[in-house]
């Protein structure tokens, strides 16, 4: 593509034509402000935060004005920066102003624009405001359109990455408000719940709804036994809320601090992982050998389990009867280990740490007590453990390096990749392969599902037979890759599919990154290596060798699909209408 030269702050840059200047500037290592910016999907200059000087004293916002040759620009001229300051100081005169006790205080790209803008949180316009309610209706989320301002980025993430597209800006002019179609509340329509609308909001207008008061109160309850499990995704973010580059894994002190915070015990959700693929593997060689229903699909990611259920109702036959690791893990913490440590199941407080808003929605799902309690009690994203770490006064850098708990801390490093798209897929077929050949593998990595590609395919034969796969994150790329399922343009015989663009790494529940850090690194990519980086680390890589798991089938499930392990970790599904919760 032919290059384009401008001058930027006086400087000649090359550009390819049709850059925006927004994205020629950061070639030449200038970062203009937006707030309303995403890449590919949001692209429609709503907040005017991004406008530069163009020639000669033009105005134009960055994001979307495209470069042409000789074009001067300036980005930070005392009529940019007043412009700049006035249009902060608009927005702040219709936004809720309590900063304080805002739970993206410190951590809002409107107030850090502020702060570096001169803009004082009470030097605004002063006039009307939009009236606003709270959205307290979905299970997981708050919706608070007192602070919203209006970016549309969370209608973005919702219609064209997710496809789903159940919150938009509604009326017009001064009393736009974001909602759902027909003011129905969010828990009205069919929200799946996968939080990524939160994961791109820059202010405090969406929030996830937190369990940490109940759980506190729990850990101070002399008579409930408290436990926590931590997903493997978690280690590869929690780090990011204090200070740590992305891509640091923070699993020792992650461990330390939950210590620290009061739980008894301290678990793995990869113990969970592990015997997600022993059942799953099971399932899928049972429904191969036996003319069961096919391709078999994952059912780890609860957002895309109630995609499924709403959009897809024909195809749940095809999902796999397992549970999710964390519901799996409940079950087991509330029948195996309760016996093991002599306690009731009801005296059991079942916490677990999730990258994901949709865990908030499973753990209230039907068919998710096998014990005759909730599998799991409360599930915590990423971010609410980092706040109520900080909120204990824990110094998080300081601590030590700790281990998880065993038996049920004891996980491989199969389990660990579940965190990445294709790591479901590549964990089930270093067992189901073992499994089908009898022979031990030279090597476990199955390199063709791995990257944050949205759609994988690959061809693998076993024993003779050519086993077709497919993985999909995003649920965008779900619903491409199920068309194509569905109209006969592909045949597979297991799929993959995660709810969040990237899998569970980039979830609705991972710290939060501004907007120009998801414009310009890719978080998935990073988050993933930590985790692919501790599977080649790992002395054990296959579910089937750990262990703990070998016990707990010889000890007390039996074998895979059996009877106890049917009534203990598996699960059923319905068929949702479109608006139906």
């Not at 409930?224 to 923070?250: D, M």
């Not at 677990?352 to 799991?376: I, L, Y």
């Not at 399922?485 to 592909?490: D, E, H, I, M, T």
Request: aromatic residues 6%; proline residues 5%; charged residues 25%.
């Amino acid at each position: 593509m032919e290059n384009i030269t401008i001058k930027i702050n006086g400087m000649d840059v090359s550009a390819p034509a049709g850059s925006t200047i927004l994205e020629a500037a950061r070639l030449a290592h200038v970062e203009i402000p937006t707030l309303c910016f995403l890449k590919d999907i949001n692209e429609i200059a709503a907040c005017r935060i991004c406008t530069v000087e163009v020639g000669g004293g033009k105005l134009a916002p960055a994001c979307v004005y495209p470069i042409n040759p000789g074009m001067e620009v300036k980005t930070n001229t005392p009529k940019v920066r007043d412009y700049r300051k006035k249009t902060l100081q608009l927005i702040l005169s219709n936004h809720d102003r309590s900063c304080l006790s805002c739970v993206r205080s410190g951590e809002c790209e409107l107030q850090t624009m502020c702060k570096e803008m001169g803009v004082d949180m009470e030097d605004y316009y002063d006039g009307a405001k939009t009236p606003s309610e709270l959205d307290e209706s979905a299970v997981h989320m708050v919706r608070d359109n007192s602070k919203c301002i209006l970016c549309r980025r969370c209608t973005a993430v919702c219609e064209k990455t997710q496809e789903i597209g159940v919150i938009g800006p509604n009326d017009r002019g001064f009393a736009t408000f974001i909602g759902s179609p027909f003011d129905m509340g969010l828990g009205e329509t069919s929200c799946v719940s996968c939080g990524q609308c939160i994961a791109v909001c820059p202010t405090g207008a969406l929030y996830e709804k937190s369990n940490a008061t109940e759980i506190l109160a729990a850990i101070a309850d002399p008579t409930k036994h408290v436990v926590v499990q931590t997903a493997p995704s978690v280690r590869a973010g929690l780090g990011e809320e204090f200070g740590y580059p992305i891509g640091t894994n923070t699993e020792g002190q992650m461990v330390a601090a939950l210590r620290r915070l009061g739980f008894d015990r301290v678990f793995d959700t990869n113990f969970g992982a592990d015997l997600t693929i022993m059942e799953e593997a099971h399932e899928f060689l049972h429904r191969v050998q036996n003319g069961g229903v096919l391709p078999l699909i994952t059912s780890c990611s609860p957002g895309w389990v109630k995609y499924c259920e709403h959009y897809f109702p024909d195809m749940t036959e095809n999902l796999s009867s397992c549970k999710s690791p964390q519901q799996m893990f409940g079950a087991v913490v509330k029948s195996y280990y309760a016996e093991k440590m002599d306690l009731k199941p009801e005296d059991i407080v079942s916490v677990s740490v999730m990258p994901c808003t949709a865990k908030k929605f499973e753990v209230g799902r039907d068919d998710q007590d096998a014990n005759g309690v909730p599998d799991v009690d409360y599930s915590l994203t990423t971010r609410e453990l980092a706040r109520m770490i900080k909120q204990a006064g824990i110094r998080f850098t300081n601590l030590p390096e700790e281990d998880f708990d065993t038996p049920l801390g004891l996980g491989t490093g199969a389990a660990t990749i579940f965190g990445a798209t294709g790591g479901v897929m590549e964990a089930a077929l270093r067992t189901a392969v073992e499994t089908l050949t009898g022979e031990e593998l030279e090597k476990p990595d199955f390199v063709d599902v791995r990257g944050t590609e949205g759609i994988k395919e690959a061809t693998y034969n076993v024993a003779g037979m050519d086993v077709k796969v497919a993985v999909a994150s995003g649920l965008g790329n779900a619903r491409e890759l199920l068309n194509r399922v569905k109209s006969g343009a592909a045949d597979y015989h297991f799929i993959e599919i995660m709810g969040c663009p990237g899998g569970c790494v980039n979830g609705g529940g991972m710290p939060q990154q501004p907007g120009y850090i998801r414009n310009t690194v890719d978080l998935k990519a990073l988050r993933a290596k930590v985790l692919y980086d501790d599977d080649a680390g790992k002395a054990i890589r296959k579910s089937h060798e750990n262990p703990a798991i070998k016990e707990l089938y010889e000890t007390y499930l039996g074998t895979p699909g059996s009877e106890k392990s049917h009534h203990l970790l598996h699960t059923t599904y319905v068929k949702r209408r479109i608006n139906e919760i």
